[in-house]
């Protein structure tokens, strides 16, 4: 079975700190993986994408096949930061994408 | 250019009403996707069209759920007798093609069923 999962619904950590969203998957072939995100009041849209292997924001995702994993990274979170986090995983369909739960993260002054 | 636009932004009902949801692709793209963002949810995946055709309703949660797209642009989803449970708000987002890796996204439209 196709799945993302992120385990944390919520994460709030200090400006300044690390942050880590967490996201697992499940698929038996070779995945990719990308990050979106969602800012207060506006539209969906996409953050980074494992094949590009890129730093937006400060944000970075390493796909780690052994662990099944693509936590998204930062190591010092601003406050702008504030959003949903949602990971999805491109399978099997050309078209479709797997999309987890969502994370939202609160940086807190 | 444009992106992708929706409309209406905002819609209030009255249950068992029928409203219907419309969206505009980016210029050229010629896959469209719907997906409904309820409260505390991740995104559910609706149905996906390649130009005219959807190749998969799979998502649709009822057969009160139905869309159509013409001309390879404007699609409209429509949800008869709406129920409380359809509260949400319904995404739109478009790709280039097939394989186009990246979906960009509508502002979406809040539906409020009473």
């Known amino acids: 079975a196709q799945r993302v999962t992120q385990p944390e619904k919520l994460l709030s950590v200090f400006k300044g700190a690390p942050v880590e969203l967490k996201c697992n998957y499940s698929y038996s072939g070779s995945p990719e993986l990308f990050w979106y995100v969602q800012y207060s009041r506006q539209r969906l849209q996409l953050l980074l994408r494992?094949?590009?292997?890129?730093s937006i924001k400060g944000f970075t995702a390493d796909l780690n096949k052994g662990e099944t994993s693509f936590h998204l990274k930062k190591p010092f979170a601003q406050e702008e930061d504030s959003a949903m986090y949602y990971c999805a995983l491109k399978g099997d369909s050309n078209y479709q994408l797997i999309w987890g739960a969502g994370t939202k993260l609160i940086i807190k002054p | 250019g444009a992106g992708v636009s929706q409309s209406p932004s905002n819609k209030v009902t009255e249950k068992g009403k029928d409203v219907e949801l419309r969206c505009d692709p980016i210029s050229g793209h010629t896959a469209l996707y719907w997906y409904r963002q309820s409260l505390g949810q991740g995104l559910e995946f609706l149905i996906y069209f390649q130009g005219n055709s959807a190749p998969d309703k799979s998502g649709l949660p009822s057969d009160r759920f139905s869309a159509e797209r013409t001309g390879g642009s404007v699609s409209t989803l429509t949800i008869q007798r709406t129920q409380q449970e359809d509260s949400a708000v319904y995404l739109c987002?478009?790709?280039?093609?097939?394989?186009?890796?990246?979906?960009?996204f509508g502002p979406g439209t809040r539906l409020t069923v009473l």
């Open positions: 987002a478009s790709s280039p093609g097939p394989r186009g890796r990246e979906q960009f």
């Open positions: 494992h094949i590009s292997r890129e």
